[in-house]
């Protein structure tokens, strides 16, 4: 029996974490919003991960600490390269993630939509992970559209469940 894993999928609406699971799945983009959180059960090699996909929507943030409690084995923020606040409101997404959780976790931080124009830059990622104040083990940049990087994000992700 495969050991099941904890994987919170973080960031803004419209950042494309559903449809980065998605795109993993073979299913295609998600036009849909998730109401309040979507947990997706995912094999990468010998590894069972329970994602939960947190929705970004304003009006689901006052649930969204009910879900950030329990012992994750990682969390993986997203943000739009194409729309800069995204990557701006990340601090207030991990402000509501409790401290002795932010301490014991490892992040990746996942630059989506790399298929589009972009608004932000290297510099500026490089900045933001160094000002998030959390443990941030590797930056990637995917396109759930073009399925760029998809694949390299989930071996990442089961590479680092390895070695917490």
């Known amino acids: 029996m495969k050991q099941i894993y904890k994987v919170l999928f973080i960031g803004d609406g419209g950042v494309g974490k559903t449809s980065v699971c998605r795109a993993y799945l073979g299913k295609g983009l998600s036009r849909e919003i998730t109401i309040g959180i979507d947990v997706e059960s995912i094999n990468v090699g010998d590894y069972r991960i329970l994602i939960w996909d947190l929705s970004g929507q304003e009006q689901f943030k ?26 701006q409101d990340l601090s207030g997404w991990i402000s509501m993630i409790p401290e002795k959780i932010k301490k014991k976790t490892k992040f990746i931080l996942v630059g989506n939509k ?36 998809i694949n390299k994000l989930f071996q990442l992700i089961a590479k680092n469940l390895e070695s917490k």
């Open 114 to 149: 790399a298929d589009l124009p972009r608004e932000v830059s290297r510099e500026e990622v490089e900045k933001a992970i160094k000002s998030l104040g959390v443990n941030i083990i590797k930056y990637i940049e995917t396109s759930a559209k073009t399925g760029y990087n």
């Open 62 to 87: 006052k649930i969204i600490p009910e879900f950030l409690t329990g012992n994750p084995s990682l969390i993986v923020l997203f943000f739009d390269l194409s729309r800069r606040h995204t990557l």
